[in-house]
């Protein structure tokens, strides 16, 4: 039991910290998707929504911080314990997630890592397995350092932990594991190779055959029966090739124009998701915080880009805002460039910064960057 016991106490340990550490890179991220957790089809708690962030931040340093304590031995039954209680928390989540097909990805080991729902499932009942173990062998969990070292350890964790969170949201992830990377091609991550994967799908045709209901199974071809044909049901039983980019337009009065934007030599893209939220507010921000926060932020995002375009670059705007919305920061901040309209999920997947400012050449993104960083930019 004792080796069984160390077994786990590393895997365990060593999974937390990386699943937590990678999460801590894009805390932004991970709480995008507690508000698709949190959101009415799913779990349907819309007053956890604003403080999505927060959870977040907390959940993922919490997450590093047990995995470090139980790698050194350091307070075992509070450890274990609080491993216990998350991860069964957990794998009640990625159940429901799974069995009533909500959400998609978990998030578990953020964009580095995507799982399905069924494989985060699985993921999470081996990890009970483990934590299992280490729970009813606690008593072989012992201190690597004295209490004092350990109490020192700990709280440089913590500390760590608190800085690094503080910076990924002052700035980006120091680790951008996204398609939208620098040094990325648009175009080529939406382009699709010839020899991908095909889906395949499953057709189930029902006919009425001399008074009885026959089914037919086929993966294409219309079955040869002498009957009444009455309907056809189509599964997809496998799935065919997915670019890392799929869902990217840029559109304006409902035409895409991102195929020819996209080839321009020098290009400047401001991206606000929700015009509404800049600087980070949440939904429920009053008129005067949107108003303040854009006053700080819009200036700045006006002294940039007038840079750019007497450099001779394009400037656009993407937004998942109105129109008119857009045209109210336009007029009221004297934004020489016009907003196209882009989904808000691919806004937000594209930079973790609202707004933040892109420079690419011919599809290509050479620079990003947070709002409180325009100064680094060159052009």
């Known amino acids: 039991m004792k080796y069984l016991v160390w077994i786990s106490r590393i895997i365990v340990g060593v999974l937390f910290i990386i699943s937590g550490l990678i999460k801590l890179n894009d805390p932004m991220g991970f709480s995008f998707k507690l508000e698709e957790y949190f959101s009415p089809g ?18 993922v340093i919490v997450e590093v911080i047990l995995g470090i304590l139980l790698l050194i031995g350091f307070k075992p039954k509070f450890t274990v ?6 991860i069964v928390f957990f794998t009640f989540l990625t159940f429901y997630s799974a069995y009533f097909n909500k959400v998609t990805d978990c998030g578990c080991f953020g964009d580095a890592i995507k799982l399905t729902p069924w494989e985060s499932f699985t993921k999470d009942v081996i990890l009970l397995v483990f934590i ?13 350092f004295s209490p004092k070292t350990n109490w020192i350890v700990g709280g440089v964790a913590l500390l760590a932990c608190m800085l690094f969170a503080n910076h990924v949201l002052a700035h980006l992830p120091s680790v951008d594991f996204r398609p939208y990377k620098i040094g990325a091609n648009i175009q080529e991550g939406m382009s699709v190779p010839e020899d991908a994967p095909k889906p395949i799908y499953e057709y189930a045709w029902r006919f009425n055959v001399n008074g009885i209901e026959e089914i037919h199974i086929t993966q294409g071809d219309y079955p040869t029966v002498d009957g009444e044909f009455i309907d056809v049901e189509t599964t997809e039983i496998q799935e065919g090739y997915e670019p890392p980019i799929h869902d990217f337009t840029i559109e304006q009065e409902g035409q895409d124009y991102a195929a020819e934007l996209l080839e ?29 926060t854009q006053q700080e932020i819009y200036p700045e995002v006006k002294k ?9 670059y394009k400037v656009i705007g993407m937004s ?12 009221t901040y004297g934004l020489d460039f016009e907003f196209y309209f882009t989904d808000e999920t691919t806004l937000k997947t594209i930079v973790r910064s609202n707004p933040a400012i892109l420079v690419l ?3 290509t993104i050479q620079q990003k960057v947070h709002y409180n960083d325009f100064d680094e930019l060159t052009f």
Do not use: C, H
């Open 132 to 144: 299992l173990i280490l729970f009813f062998g606690r008593k072989y969990i012992t201190p690597l």
């Open 361 to 363: 050449s011919k599809g």
């Open 264 to 292: 321009e030599d020098k290009l400047v893209m401001v991206i606000a998701y929700d015009l509404n939220k800049t600087g980070g507010l949440t939904k429920g921000a009053t008129a005067e915080e949107i108003q303040e």
């Open 81 to 86: 314990w609080s491993l216990l209680l998350m």
């Open 42 to 59: 799913v779990l349907d708690l819309p007053f956890l929504t604003p403080l999505a962030l927060s959870i977040s931040v907390f959940v």
């Open 304 to 312: 940039t880009t007038d840079k750019a375009i007497e450099n001779g």
């Open 320 to 331: 998942a805002s109105s129109s008119d919305m857009a045209n109210k920061i336009i007029d």
